[in-house]
């Protein structure tokens, strides 16, 4: 007698029944866990191409800030060496100016003006000749007094150090203003 035999009909068809069951559920477990095997595959590859992205855009912004530094690097050394050259006119121009008022001090230098022979001082004429002990050639001059030269010579000073100013912003604007 076989086994089949000895368990009834009903029960028999329960066993196929529970062992067809559990058949196709391990045939569903496994294509789940296939799907699983594949939608982890996809997005391993997602992640893995979203780090390079983002390692690549990393890239490139560094890049772009190295280059911004470098830029404002130039930029600061070109400033420099025209604020330099500014600075170096600036001082020469007011150690001349010193040096002028020096020597406007000591009686060394003396300022004199041309004077228009044709011009007249309470209706008298200003003589166009030269006295005879005088060492000056040509057009009649007069000295000034050195208050005044003092005074003018600081006036000229004055714009020395303003038109160089003006040279120095001028430069600046330049440079700050031109792509390179």
Known sequence: ???G???PAPYRLLAKGVLLAILAGGSAMAAWQVQDWRYGRTLEQQARLQAETLNQLTMVAAAQQQAEQDKRLALEQRLSASEQTHYRALSDAQRDQGRLRDRLATADLRLSVLLDATATD???PVSATVSTGSVVHGAT???LDPAH???IIGI???GDQGLIALAACQAYAKEV???K
């Open 5 to 7: 035999e000895l368990i």
């Open 177 to 179: 203003s031109t792509p």
């Open 122 to 124: 309470s209706g008298r």
């Open 141 to 143: 001059r007069a000295q």
């Open 149 to 151: 030269a003092q005074r």
């Open 1 to 3: 007698m076989r086994l």
């Open 156 to 158: 000229t000073d004055a």
